[in-house]
T-cell receptor, first 117, second 114 residues
Framework: AQSVTQLDSQVPVFEEAPVELRCNYS??????LFWYVQYPNQGLQLLLKYLSGSTLVKGINGFEAEFNKSQTSFHLRKPSVHISDTAEYFCAVSESVGRGSQGNLIFGKGTKLSVKP | NAGVTQTPKFQVLKTGQSMTLQCAQDMNHNSMYWYRQDPGMGLRLIYYSASEGTTDKGEVPNGYNVSRLNKREFSLRLESAAPSQTSVYFCASSEVSGFPYEQYFGPGTRLTVT
């Protein structure tokens, strides 16, 4: 069965510093990987996704993530964070069981990023 | 284009009361989902509807029922609310279920059961 582990529940960082939010997954088949962001009192929105091809994926708001199959990881990075990046970030996995199949998303428990001035 | 809308935004229930959470999407999506979010637990899938006329259980379906009223609307019903159902509930939709389609989320309903 697939699962997602987000290694840090909270990450405090100063404005303009770099940040890495870690995500590891387990699955016996190929997977598709996603990062979602949730701003306070809002729903989730997609930051970026890895489906195939280049292992370095660029998303919105200057975020990027790298798929590492050997390490079963999909860490999220940003070289310089802003106060407005304060939010909760969720890693999610969907197993590659075929187009149009029931490849539902499995979410990690989330990482709260707190950017301080 | 409102995307995914949910009503109500907040609700307080007493144990044993019933209520229905409403969700609608205007993106002509085929698939719709209900999740619950609890602190430190991430999002867990309650029920989903891959297409109009079908519904399936997710990870945590006990205590809930759903209705896919039409292509636009997917409701979640709590027949006899329990304190363990205190949570934030999110509805989502996607063009088609599964890979590689992005899910779009509503703003959530914050439910407290006393």
């Amino acid at each position: 069965a697939q699962s997602v582990t987000q290694l840090d529940s909270q990450v405090p960082v100063f404005e303009e510093a770099p940040v890495e939010l870690r995500c590891n997954y387990s699955s016996s088949v190929s997977v598709y990987l996603f990062w979602y962001v949730q701003y306070p009192n809002q729903g989730l929105q997609l930051l970026l996704k890895y489906l195939s091809g280049s292992t370095l994926v660029k998303g919105i708001n200057g975020f990027e993530a790298e798929f590492n199959k050997s390490q079963t990881s999909f860490h999220l990075r940003k070289p310089s964070v802003h106060i407005s990046d304060t939010a909760e970030y969720f890693c999610a996995v969907s197993e590659s069981v075929g187009r149009g199949s029931q490849g539902n998303l499995i979410f990690g428990k989330g990482t709260k990023l707190s950017v301080k001035p | 284009n409102a995307g995914v809308t949910q009503t109500p935004k907040f609700q307080v229930l007493k144990t044993g009361q019933s209520m229905t959470l409403q969700c609608a999407q205007d993106m002509n999506h085929n698939s719709m989902y209900w999740y619950r979010q609890d602190p430190g637990m991430g999002l867990r899938l309650i029920y989903y509807s891959a297409s109009e006329g079908t519904t399936d259980k997710g990870e945590v379906p006990n205590g809930y029922n759903v209705s896919r009223l039409n292509k636009r609307e997917f409701s979640l019903r709590l027949e006899s609310a329990a304190p363990s159902q205190t949570s934030v509930y999110f509805c989502a939709s996607s063009e088609v279920s599964g890979f590689p389609y992005e899910q779009y989320f509503g703003p959530g309903t914050r439910l407290t059961v006393t």
